[in-house]
């Protein structure tokens, strides 16, 4: 079982970035994907979900500028991330059903 994220980067404020996670060993269909965050010095938060049925849930911070999406032919769960901020600076997480987790990747955001 494998998650591995991707697509990470250092972006001026303002940007977008997508970054993807492709899972392995698992019934990717099955499973509810979501995105969180490590920011510096701080815990490791929910930044959206998706369900099975392609429901979305989303942290009020970034309604409106991020979206989750995957493709269960690929087996890859995306967060397009746009308006960037320095805010937004942290370590990515993919999660399957709350209790598989990615490596993370880096995102960066200069001010």
């Known amino acids: 079982v494998q998650l591995q994220a991707f697509g990470g980067g250092l972006v001026p404020a303002g940007g977008s970035l997508r970054i993807s996670c492709a899972a392995s060993?698992?019934?990717?269909?099955?499973?509810?994907m979501g995105w969180y965050r490590r920011a510096p010095g701080k815990q490791r938060d929910m930044v959206a979900t998706?369900?099975?049925?392609?429901?979305?849930n989303y942290v009020d911070s970034v309604k409106g500028r991020f979206t989750i999406s995957r493709d269960n032919a690929k087996n890859t769960v995306y967060l397009q991330m746009n308006s960037l901020t320095p805010e937004d600076t942290a370590v990515y997480y993919c999660n399957a059903n709350g209790i598989l987790w990615g490596q993370g990747t880096l995102v960066t955001v200069s001010s």
């Open positions: 998706i369900n099975t049925d392609g429901s979305t």
């Open positions: 060993g698992i019934a990717f269909r099955t499973y509810r």
